[in-house]
């Protein structure tokens, strides 16, 4: 089953970084999203069985699933590699996901964060990518392909061995084009010489590029007044080809509604403002920063309950704003409930997880330094 790029919506509601009321997620506010979003004539979610702590899924089932016309709506989960211990929990894993989010079904099912090593090594080891076609036999799922992390030669690889894959989840944005970790102009060349339908994960970078310094916010500003800053990023995807689906994971109804207001009436980027971009690109590049995206592996299996991202927004807004002392009253809140970037005991668990392969207990000691002094 070919997949209509015409019957997907270009913003995808990404379900990774839900509103939270004291550590749990606030349902009421979910459903308000999900409604002002459904209403706009959008319905591709996406999921995954560790969000949330594993509750991602079930969100989605009592804010959507229960309140929605199965087909009224596309959802997407996906397989954690690093779960699987042996081939039973392949189907335990997905049964689960059934089960939590209240479907008989998924429309689209991804191999979480395909990369080099462990990960492509487990897909591998326990042929996942086999698996995944008869789910797709028996009904279980429509569309299958994956999530992907890895270097362009792996992945010329995989889609060299596996042609039925049907479409590629990559983090692209236009900070990341030239980033030599991500490589996301190389894997998105690769998909689109192959035509194969891409999912854009990562627009925004975790928010990063929502927010700027006045300097460059001042320089979209000049040219469209009353578009937010965050609005430039998901335009500049939008206006690519070859893109069937950007996720946002909103964590607000004015996300919500700004993206939206977005994509409605979606207006393709002149080539005077993918100018502007490239300019802006420079000049963020000048700024050094963390390239943490927020997506929190590393902080369920943290033994020192450290909320990693928060730390390094902290410190990427100090390398930004360096007296801005809304971060470090900010800082300060964060260790009331959770550790200390000093309480790092060098496990290395975070720097196994992070999709992004950042030298995070390097970067702890570093923000120790700045702010646990």
């Not at 804010?63 to 959802?75: C, G, N, Q, T, W």
């Not at 030669?153 to 990341?176: C, G, K, R, S, T």
């Not at 192959?194 to 590029?209: H, K, S, T």
């Not at 980027?269 to 963390?290: C, Y």
């Amino acid at each position: 089953m070919s997949i209509d790029l015409t019957r997907m919506p270009k913003l995808g509601f990404g379900l990774m970084r839900l509103p939270e009321n004291e550590g749990t997620i606030d349902i009421d506010r979910v459903c308000t999203m999900v409604d002002k979003y459904m209403q706009a004539g959008m319905n591709y979610f996406d999921t995954a069985y560790v969000y949330h702590g594993g509750n991602s899924e079930v969100a989605a089932r009592e804010a959507l699933v229960k309140r929605y016309p199965r087909d009224s709506f596309m959802i997407a989960t996906k397989l954690p590699a690093w779960e699987i211990k042996q081939e039973s929990d392949i189907d335990r894993i997905f049964n689960e996901q059934c089960e939590r989010a209240g479907v008989d079904y998924f429309d689209f099912y991804l191999l979480h964060s395909v990369e080099d090593g462990n990960n492509y090594d487990t897909y591998v080891k326990y042929d996942c990518f086999s698996w995944g076609l008869k789910k797709k036999e028996e009904g279980k799922i429509r569309h299958f392909g994956f999530s992907y992390h890895g270097t362009p030669e792996l992945l010329i690889e995989i889609l060299d061995a596996h042609p039925e894959m049907e479409f590629v989840q990559i983090q692209y944005n236009y900070l990341d084009r030239t980033n030599p970790v991500v490589q996301s102009q190389a894997l998105y060349d690769i998909l689109l010489e192959r035509n194969i339908p891409i999912i854009i994960m990562e627009p925004v970078r975790g928010g990063m590029l929502a927010s700027m310094p006045e300097n460059i916010e001042a320089k979209f500003k000049a040219v469209q007044p009353q578009k937010s800053v965050a609005s430039w990023a998901l335009r500049f995807i939008g206006s690519l080809p070859g893109v069937m689906t950007i996720l946002s994971g909103m964590s607000t109804e004015d996300q919500m509604d700004d993206n939206i207001a977005t994509f409605k009436n979606f207006e393709p980027m002149t080539g005077e403002e993918f100018k502007l971009i490239n300019e802006v690109t420079d000049e963020i590049l000048k700024i050094p920063q963390i390239g943490c995206t927020s997506c929190k592996y590393c902080v369920d299996g943290c033994p020192m309950s450290i909320s990693i991202p928060d730390v390094f927004r902290t410190i990427n807004t100090l390398r930004r704003y360096p007296d801005d002392w809304r971060s470090k009253n900010f800082y300060s809140g964060l260790v009331g409930r959770s550790g200390k970037a000093s309480d790092c005991v060098e496990c290395g668990q975070c720097e196994g997880v992070c999709p992004q392969h950042l030298p995070i207990i390097e970067l702890l000691k570093e923000a120790a330094d700045i702010l646990d002094k």
